[in-house]
């Protein structure tokens, strides 16, 4: 069986509480009342032995501000000595205290929209959604061809960039589900205005090219659709207007002048 050495037993065991430390209420509460002020230092709740001459008295505070805290003051007494000092006096939160939100990242606080005029939102170097691109180091590369072939950037949509691009815009404003789409006439993939998306994404998604719709410059999806459609047309009504009805038993007398033969029929 193994024995605990002398030295372990006295870390590990409960400090003692002295006697002087422990009395020093008064001294305690002076220092509470000379950090925040005297009002707020309320009934003394208790004690804590912290080390080997070192008390940490607790107070109730006051202050409307922080209800359920409590001023924490400790005090200590050198070795050999009679007289007890103040080590250090902080508001620590209690049971019911109200407390800040826990930290929050801002990376995971930002929201679609947050981002104002003159705001910058750096990208890290491993964000899974970027792949690193084709780039040319001997600079003999064609810069049109580079255009053209999308070529020449430092990163790209990785597969899953372009998987969370298109889950977002499809399960959006812009997909199918909408009242609008559900409603238009025919799908965006049918419609004059839509041009294609470059790259893979356009097996998908398009833009919008229609100054009239709704979506005009925005991402839409082959089946989103609206009332702007190029093909749609003015359906005739469903039902024709009813006849004019005419009085055919009654009749109005109506005054006239009276014309001769020769007015009435034209002769001379």
């Not at 409307?64 to 006096?89: L, Q």
């Not at 205005?193 to 998604?205: E, H, W």
Request: contains cysteine; hydrophobic residues 40%; proline residues 9%.
């Amino acid at each position: 069986m193994r024995s605990t050495s002398p030295v372990a037993a006295r870390r590990t065991r409960t400090p003692t509480v002295d006697a002087a430390a422990a009395a020093a209420v008064d001294v305690a509460r002076a220092a509470a009342e000379e950090t925040s002020s005297p009002e707020y230092v309320g009934e003394h709740l208790g004690l804590l032995p912290e080390g080997e001459r070192v008390v940490t008295h607790y107070f109730t505070c006051l202050d409307p501000a922080y209800h359920g805290w409590r001023w924490a003051v400790s005090v200590v007494r050198a070795s050999r000595a009679k007289n007890v000092t103040v080590s250090e006096s902080v508001l620590l939160p209690g049971d019911g205290a109200m407390l800040s939100p826990a930290w929050v990242p801002w990376s995971d606080r930002l929201r679609p929209g947050d981002l104002g005029p003159g705001d910058l939102l750096p990208t890290q170097a491993d964000d899974p959604r970027l792949v690193p691109g084709f780039t040319d180091t001997t600079g003999e590369t064609d810069e049109e061809l580079f255009w053209e072939l999308g070529l020449g950037r430092p990163r790209v949509l990785s597969a899953e960039g372009r998987d969370e691009a298109a889950t977002r815009w499809h399960s959006g404003d812009a997909g199918p589900a909408t009242p609008m789409a559900r409603s238009a006439p025919a799908h965006c993939e049918t419609c004059a205005f839509f041009v294609p998306l470059a790259g893979s994404l356009r097996q998908v998604f398009g833009a919008c090219a229609n100054e009239y719709a709704p979506d005009d410059g925005k991402v839409v999806s082959l089946d989103h659709g609206c009332g702007a459609h190029s093909e749609a047309v003015v359906l005739p009504p469903t039902s024709e207007s009813a006849p004019p009805i005419v009085d055919e038993l009654g009749y109005d007398v109506m005054p006239s002048a009276t014309l001769t033969d020769e007015e009435a029929f034209g002769h001379s």
